[in-house]
């Protein structure tokens, strides 16, 4: 029986009755642990069969392929802000003004991920979707944005060395992408816009709401790793399962106590952080090993097994963009000179200033405009 099948059965309460009862004795604290869940009926939804990256990457590329490639089942933890309204707003304004003043205008868009820019591209323009090239390090991203607008040419690619000719696009955009491939990156995507032509970014901001959001939820899951929450579950389960077959009581009882502190702490994590921390990813991660075992029976050891890897992998990716994240988000002087260094190289900056609702709000990201002379 595999992880999707066994959804739709009840709990059978003389099972639960009987795991509680194993390790009641010497651990009664678990054992209502168990008990409390006998009755709690949650689908499993994190089966995520498609999360090995290339060897060949780096790490970097590898937790962004990972993230993108759980996008395509569906599975992948989220993040980034892309979806905020004031990101929306920025987009829509500006592709309604292109939309006015272009016909058919040829654009790129640097790391584009699963296509936000161009998904908000296809909503402003009021007639078919401009040429749009997409261009991303992720092949898996590439591959789900060409499966979602057909008429996109997908390229995997690094920003900072652009296979592409000089002056050969209308428009240059990339939504929290090109500061990735580091600042020097921008001199390669400026190369591409031809006179006459624009560049729009939004880019993350050091001081912004999204930096502090990252920092916190790269946190949660450093803590989250550093209980071993993972591979003490692992151990549990396999000794549950060797149990329930037979095997030794007394392992599993092992096991249970050596698993403990790891809840405790998960629950700590979600007291300091906030349930809604990660993404959820924590809460998410606690309710499903939680469900689980309360119905161990109807599960294969060997779907528990891949499931649990599966998704320390996952995590270890999501901590992996956290990171990459905030390692990208500029500041004021950084992005002072990025300005400098577009008009140096002939541009006129037409906005450049942070992305917020109010003078009073913190922002969102930098908000940069600039036209090729």
């Not at 929306?88 to 790391?111: C, H, M, N, T």
């Not at 779907?303 to 990459?324: F, K, P, T, V």
Request: glycine share 8%.
């Amino acid at each position: 029986m595999n992880l999707r099948s066994v959804t739709n059965y009840s709990i059978a309460n003389n099972t639960v009755t009987k795991l509680a009862r194993l390790v009641q004795e010497d651990y009664p604290k678990f054992a209502k642990w168990i008990c409390y869940n006998a009755c709690i009926i949650k689908r499993m939804t994190n089966d995520n069969n498609k999360m090995n990256a290339e060897s060949e990457n780096s790490p970097l590329i590898e937790s962004w392929d990972t993230y993108w490639q759980g996008a395509l089942t569906s599975g992948a933890y989220t993040g980034g802000g892309s979806s905020h309204p004031l990101v929306l707003g920025f987009w829509d304004d500006y592709f309604r003004q292109v939309d006015d003043r272009e016909s058919k205008p040829k654009i790129i868009d640097i790391a584009s991920g699963n296509g936000a820019v161009v998904e908000s591209a296809s909503n402003a323009f009021t007639g078919s979707l401009p040429e749009f090239t997409c261009l991303d390090v992720s092949d898996s991203a590439i591959r789900m944005l060409e499966k979602r607008y057909p008429g996109v040419h997908g390229m995997v690619a690094d920003a900072a060395n652009i296979p592409l000719d000089s002056a050969s696009y209308n428009i240059a955009t990339s939504q929290f992408g090109v500061e990735y491939a580091g600042l020097d990156a921008l001199g390669e995507v400026t190369r591409l816009v031809a006179p006459g032509g624009e560049l729009a970014l939004l880019v993350h901001h050091r001081d912004g709401i999204i930096f502090e959001e990252c920092g916190e939820s790269l946190e949660a899951v450093q803590e989250m790793e550093s209980a071993e929450f993972i591979p003490k579950c692992i151990a549990m389960f396999e000794a549950g399962f060797a149990a329930m077959q037979g095997g030794d009581g007394e392992r599993y009882r092992t096991a249970g106590k050596a698993f403990a502190p790891a809840i405790k702490a998960m629950e700590a994590i979600m007291m300091k952080h906030g349930r809604d921390v990660a993404a959820g990813t924590v809460l998410k991660v606690y309710r499903d090993v939680r469900t689980i075992h309360s119905r161990m029976r109807h599960y294969e050891p060997s779907a528990i097994q891949d499931w649990l890897l599966n998704l320390q992998q996952e995590i270890e990716a999501y901590a992996g963009r956290m990171a990459s994240m905030r390692d990208a988000a500029i500041d004021v002087a950084q992005f002072t000179q990025v300005c400098a260094d577009l008009i140096e190289k002939d541009f006129e900056i037409l906005r450049a200033e942070p992305l917020t609702g109010s003078e009073q709000d913190q922002p969102i990201a930098w908000a940069l405009i600039a036209k090729k002379k």
